[in-house]
């Protein structure tokens, strides 16, 4: 019987193994993943990949473990699905006074479960357009309504025929006589269905990243990631991060506008109005998987505005951001103003559950929505257990985790700032906010060294450096998804000094050699 080398991932696997990153962990603590050396002896390393976000208490938090146990212990049920789950509703609780805290007279939030980040992006996308069909199908039932009223008129003689003809579309023209308003009504219907046929707009950021399924795929803007898969979905429009004056001209040219006729003073009259055709815009407050770009401060405040004049729901997705990691329960909070939907995953399951959570402003929410989507695992006994579990450390001792990650993230950032002040022609920049720290590498396409040059013309010198920390330091990182000339650093909460040191010490070592240009310990560490 063949035996392959692996039967997961088998490509990805010999790609790791190049760079001596396929290692097999065997356990993890903390800030800390263990693995067996050659006698059977733990090897700790310092793990900063930290589950690409997703243990902003660290691994196996020792309370989460506990309530995992006792969870265990007591048989609690997981699977429970059509039942009552009051943790479920205590979650949406907490995360409500939460949200309030953050954004004070804010109304409540609905929320559905998901398994995973990209699931949380796809309930939102689903119920996006929901909302948006049942907003077109209320509008037409009003506009129908509208018509019938203006022809009951005109025949019964209470009301005179149009004669502006501003808001008609060209080729249409102005009735003479009642059989001829009834066809002007059925041109208006024709053109209001036509604009029913049409697809949604979607917006989202260029550089932003929300999850690799087939729907949220395709608000996430890396070509490699998106392209493959686009005749599966909808096409997202990407408007640049730092151009408001793109999203208002974009929001201008696919306004659509129906046509209604009101009947004012004895007067029939054709007139326009705002057609449902923008089902979102998703956003991160910071692109993490993008390279960790922090937006710039007033694109939220503006892009809000032109959202709200557009009728355009704002998705913010906090699932790598969320759940205290930028020095807040939220990145949003940084900028004041309440999502009409927000997102969160990964550190929600405090380092050893799978769940994530969209929510939706309670007056946008559809409750038909609640018998039109479901998961066999969302919403189980225990991932909302932990999810509960999770939420009450992080606010625990009025926010302490947050204040943690502020002053963490701070001297993370100040030593390895430290260290581009000395190397400039290595690092080119420092950047992100709390502990969602990128580190971005200049290129060095011209280097000495053909190893290094042609490792970094292939886009894969950060793989080369990753598995030299990993070996030489015991320092685990990876680069962001979509530009791989950035290293993220992800720890968690308890990342001691020692060990920020012990980062420092690998950079900087990295740096050096890189400089002079000689990848020997790249390949022989
Ligand atoms: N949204 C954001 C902002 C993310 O960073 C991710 C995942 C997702 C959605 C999808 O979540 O992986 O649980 O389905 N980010 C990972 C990263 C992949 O590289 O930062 P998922």
Redesign the pocket.
Known sequence: MPQAAHYAESHLMDLLASFGMDVPYVRAERNTLFYRDGDGAEVPVLDLVGG??SLILGHNPPEIRARVQELLDTQAPVHIQLSRNDTADQVGQLLNKIIQREFPDTEDYRIVYGN??????EIALKHAELDRLMRVSELFQALDWNASQALAAVKDGRATLPDDPSALPDGIQLPTDAVEFERLLGELTAHNAALAAQSPVYFALEGG?????VG?VQVSHSPAVRVPFAALGFEAVFVPPNRLDVLQHLVDEKRATALDVTVTDGRVRVVTRDFPVFGGFLL?PVQ??GGIHVLPEDLLSGLKLICEGAGCPVVV?E???GMGRTGAFLAASHHGFPPDYL?L??SLGGGVAKV?ATLIRSSRYRPVFDLMHSSTFAKDGFSTEIALSTLRLLEADDGRVYRLARERGARITDALRGVAADFPDVLREIRGTGLLIGVEFAPRNDSPSTTIREKSRGGLLSFLSAGYLLRAHGVRVVP??SDLNVLRIEPSVHISDQEIAQLEAGVRDLCLILRNGDARPLIEA
């Open positions: 690409f976000g995973s980040g990209a699931e949380a992006v990243f929300h999850g690799k399924l949220s991160e993490g998987e997705d699932i790598q951001t997102l995953g990964k994530s962001t998804g």
